[in-house]
């Protein structure tokens, strides 16, 4: 079992920063590859990032690609997402999700654990 803790989100201005955390607890962290989604009201589910097992493989939603950065330091068991220049279109509940195989990672269906979400809102 793997347990995921996300950072509180918060409420940012378009054009601002945030920077999202999720401390995983449970099995060795580095044992699997790292995802965040996100899912605004009344939509589905959405890919946002996915980093690799040693973070040196990272891949992007195009939605998001020059604007997020997501990183993970396994001797801390953390995986982050940085938001920069934060659009009213980013407000969503975002989770963290880990996957064992690695494989299709913008598919949901590939992750085993998820955090309980938190929520990013971007005012204009």
């Known amino acids: 079992q793997v347990q995921l803790v996300e950072s509180e989100g918060g409420l940012v201005q378009a054009g601002g920063s945030l920077r999202l955390s999720c401390a995983a607890s449970g099995r060795t962290f580095s044992s699997y590859a790292m995802g965040w989604f996100r899912q605004a009201p009344g939509k589905e589910r959405e890919f946002v990032a996915h980093?690799?097992?040693?973070?040196?493989?990272?891949y992007y939603a195009d939605s998001v690609k020059g604007r997020f950065t997501i990183s993970r330091v396994n001797a801390k068991n953390t995986v982050y997402l940085q938001m920069n220049s934060l659009k009213p279109e980013d407000t969503a509940v975002y989770y963290c999700?880990?996957?064992?195989?690695?494989?299709?990672?913008?598919?949901?269906?590939?992750?085993?654990?998820w955090g309980q979400g938190t929520q990013v809102t971007v005012s204009s």
């Open positions: 980093i690799s097992y040693s973070g040196a493989g990272t």
């Open positions: 999700a880990a996957s064992y195989s690695g494989n299709y990672p913008d598919s949901n269906r590939e992750y085993d654990y």
